[in-house]
């Protein structure tokens, strides 16, 4: 068990909707990272927050945005889903504060998101 | 472009023998690697890491072995067990300032490990 934990650990909905992923960190980590896995595809990096605040972006669509709240739990938003939008979506946090502020991240056990 | 390639989609190997799991990078900023390990229906477990300042890092049965010059790492494992069947995913980062540690990753290699 990473520490990390994400809900739901699956959700199924229809093409135009939206939906939210949620993530806790490891128990203080100020670090929280989304990643979504295709079907074939390593996983991609979306976005990170650091304490609240965005820190780095990555492969993430406009139609996706995300927040970190003050308890350091994120919610990633997805809108007007496709069909492609349909993967596995994991959450990773680090950086304990403190604490060494390392690579090292510890992965949720993701969101599996299927659209029709 | 594809920064952290894993051209083995898979490997199988024979319980007590080693297993090597091969990995190349193309971006020379990246300073910092690591192995995950993935079951299906997890997430990604951090298994090892190492750093660009070292060749090698050890840790039980794990070791990585970084080359830098040819951009190169690989994990090996020895002796293999059967519960070390997964999906195994290289990863790196490189620093981009304050708290940013994105990380990169290849696709992985299924890695089956016969009794």
């Known amino acids: 068990d990473s520490g990390v934990t994400q809900t739901p650990k699956h959700l199924i909905t229809a093409t135009g909707q939206r939906v939210t992923l949620r993530c806790s960190p490891r128990s203080g980590d100020l670090s929280v990272y989304w990643y979504q896995q295709s079907l074939d595809q390593g996983l991609q990096f979306l976005i990170q927050y650091y304490n609240g605040e965005e820190r780095a972006k990555g492969n993430i669509l406009e139609r996706f945005s995300a927040q970190q709240f003050p308890d350091l739990h994120s919610e990633l938003n997805l809108s007007s889903l496709e069909l492609g939008d349909s993967a596995l979506y994991f959450c990773a946090s680090s950086a304990p504060p403190g604490g060494p502020v390392t690579d090292t991240q510890y992965f949720g056990p993701g969101t599996r998101l299927t659209v029709l | 472009d594809q920064q952290v390639k894993q051209n083995s989609p898979s490997l199988s190997v024979q319980e007590g023998r080693i297993s090597i799991l091969n990995c190349d990078y193309t971006n020379s900023m990246f300073d910092y690697f690591l192995w995950y390990k993935k079951y299906p229906a997890e997430g990604p477990t951090f298994l090892i890491s190492i750093s660009s300042i070292k060749d090698k890092n050890e840790d039980g049965r794990f070791t990585v072995f970084l080359n830098k010059s040819a951009k190169h790492l690989s994990l090996h494992i020895v002796p293999s067990q059967p519960g070390d069947s997964a999906v195994y995913f290289c990863?790196?980062?490189?620093?981009?300032?304050?708290?940013?540690?994105?990380?990169?990753f290849g696709k992985g290699t299924l890695l089956t490990v016969n009794p």
């Open positions: 990863a790196a980062s490189a620093w981009s300032g304050g708290s940013n540690y994105k990380l990169t």
